[in-house]
């Protein structure tokens, strides 16, 4: 299921007739964790259609970030050891022999280190982060921006291994240079903090054979036919598949695969030839995932009036509609900050003053380029008294927020602290699903509550749709300082989505009121 048959697809026209041996990093990489992906990369490129076309362009967000966020550290860490050379990425013709040449002549010169040393070996390239000359050989420092090791990284320093010795170098340490999650910045960034070095020369040696005998058997596979590999939890791990669209394509919607909670692998009712929701025999699901089955096969919402009652009551006036935006980094830009801490730099607020009141609205985004909280929490404290109910949807993360601004900030602790002990959250209805219409589709966020409650209002027309996306645009706002008109446009989306986010639970909880 899922796989290229013949050319009666239409899909096969672009392929290549003969594959070349050739592999990277990435693409070893690619192998390991499924061998039908490494085939369509190497010869069927253009079967990623949307999948590829949504993370290429998501990467406007989360993966965006990870790749500007994976070149930040990896520059950051030159520091460990600085004034090395730099072999840079050359994408041309001749790119990988000049990148050779180039590395080849920092080693003749002497050069202690090296960055994105160039090798290649069994007609494998490899760009080593960091190329450190030890007394006992050269040692490769691998980069990354994640906070503990992962298995893929050993894998990913064992090829580098495989290639470095086979073209004649004496590796006399292998490490991973990881971010440090328990540093907190104070004054100028402490590179030697930032980072956590681990020895991993015995994994990767340990890794030789395994590294032999998975190129052979890739190379292998890539000159015969198409693997017959079904869909399964390698498709998003260690990484999401950029041909999820064609190998998922005979999944159809309401799926095993999109009921949502904890609670029976979909893959194992998949692999008993259980794809549809309506075929899962009831007493294999939790409670949570009978009713959104239930409620799906015979289109059926459920709403109860007593319970909705309850949470209401739990809610005051004046009330005050609040949600932050945040951005998050490896390498933490401002003082009391840790890595991949969030930064609120923009808050929406929406309030009424009674039930039923006029309803006013207030808003704050940050000027780029400076450290935003301060600013931020002084008009916060101008906007919102200590003593209101204040209503956000997934108070954990304002909360999270507001407690970090209180330790940032201790002269202003005691009136954040009471804003937190008067956050309800309007999320507790839909997550308790007392209320619960078929068409969440077992969810409770609000991207998937608003347009069946509230379908007048939408994320859909905006250009910024999510926070990912938000995130990004905070730090395209700070490229375009220097051009007011994409600085305005950049401004006036923001605000228009956060806006509409706290506009949203207004409508959500008016249409609660309405189901009472």
Not at 165 to 180: D, F
Not at 451 to 460: F, T
Request: with cysteine.
């Amino acid at each position: 299921m899922g796989s290229i048959q013949s050319k009666k697809d239409g899909n096969m026209s672009s392929a290549k007739t003969k594959p070349d041996n050739y592999l990277s990093k990435s693409l070893y990489i690619r192998g390991l964790q499924c061998h039908k992906s490494l085939y369509l990369e190497k010869l069927y490129r253009d079967l990623k259609g949307e999948a590829a076309a949504k993370l290429k362009a998501v990467t406007t967000a989360e993966t965006k970030a990870r790749f500007d966020t994976g070149n930040m550290v990896g520059e950051a860490a030159r520091d460990l050891f600085p004034d090395g050379v730099l072999v840079p990425y050359i994408e041309t013709e001749n790119g990988v022999a000049e990148q050779l040449r180039l590395t080849s002549e920092a080693m003749k010169n002497g050069a202690k280190v090296i960055y994105e040393a160039s090798f290649q070996h069994d007609d494998i390239f490899v760009k080593v982060d960091i190329l450190h000359k030890g007394l006992r050989g050269r040692e490769i420092y691998e980069v990354k921006a994640g906070t503990k090791l992962d298995p893929v990284y050993v894998d990913d320093a064992a090829l580098q291994y495989y290639v470095l010795t086979g073209a004649g170098l004496k590796v006399g340490k292998v490490c991973l240079a990881h971010i440090n999650g328990g540093y907190v910045r104070k004054g100028a960034l402490d590179v030697q903090k930032l980072f956590t070095s681990e020895d991993i020369t015995k994994q990767v040696k340990e890794k030789q054979p395994f590294v032999i005998e998975q190129l052979k058997k890739q190379r292998r596979m890539l000159n015969g036919k198409l693997p017959e590999i079904d869909i399964g939890p390698h498709c998003s791990d260690p990484y999401e598949c950029d041909f999820w669209d064609h190998c998922w394509k005979h999944i159809p919607d309401d799926s095993v695969f999109d009921l949502c909670g904890r609670g029976i692998n979909p893959f194992d009712l998949y692999s008993q030839k259980k794809i549809k929701q309506k075929d899962i025999p009831l007493d294999l699901l939790n409670k949570k995932q009978r009713q959104q089955v239930v409620a799906t096969a015979k289109k059926q919402n459920a709403v109860n009036k007593k319970k909705i009652r309850e949470f209401l009551t739990t809610l005051s006036y004046p009330l005050y509609f609040l949600d932050f935006e945040t951005f998050m980094g490896a390498i933490p830009l401002y003082d009391g900050v840790k890595p991949y801490q969030q930064v609120p730099f923009q808050y929406s607020l929406h309030y009424q003053n009674k039930k039923g009141g006029k309803l006013y609205h207030t808003e704050f985004l940050a000027k780029p380029g400076i450290d935003p909280r301060e600013p931020l929490l002084e008009k916060m404290l101008a906007e919102i008294p200590d003593d209101v109910c204040i209503l956000t949807y997934n108070m954990t993360f304002e909360k999270k927020v507001l407690e970090e601004l209180a330790t940032q900030f201790p002269k202003h602790k005691k009136t954040i602290e009471k804003w937190i002990g008067n956050i309800q959250d309007l999320m507790v209805p839909f997550r308790q699903r007392v209320v619960y219409y078929w068409k969440f589709k077992g969810s409770y966020s609000i991207k998937n509550v608003l347009p069946v409650l509230v379908p007048q209002l939408s994320y859909e027309d905006l250009e910024i749709a999510d926070g990912g996306a938000a995130m990004d645009a905070y730090h395209q706002m700070g490229a375009a300082k220097d051009n007011p008109e994409e600085l305005a446009k950049i401004r006036e989306n923001l605000l228009a989505y956060c806006k509409l986010d706290t506009l949203a639970m207004v409508r959500i909880l008016e249409t609660l009121g309405e189901l009472i």
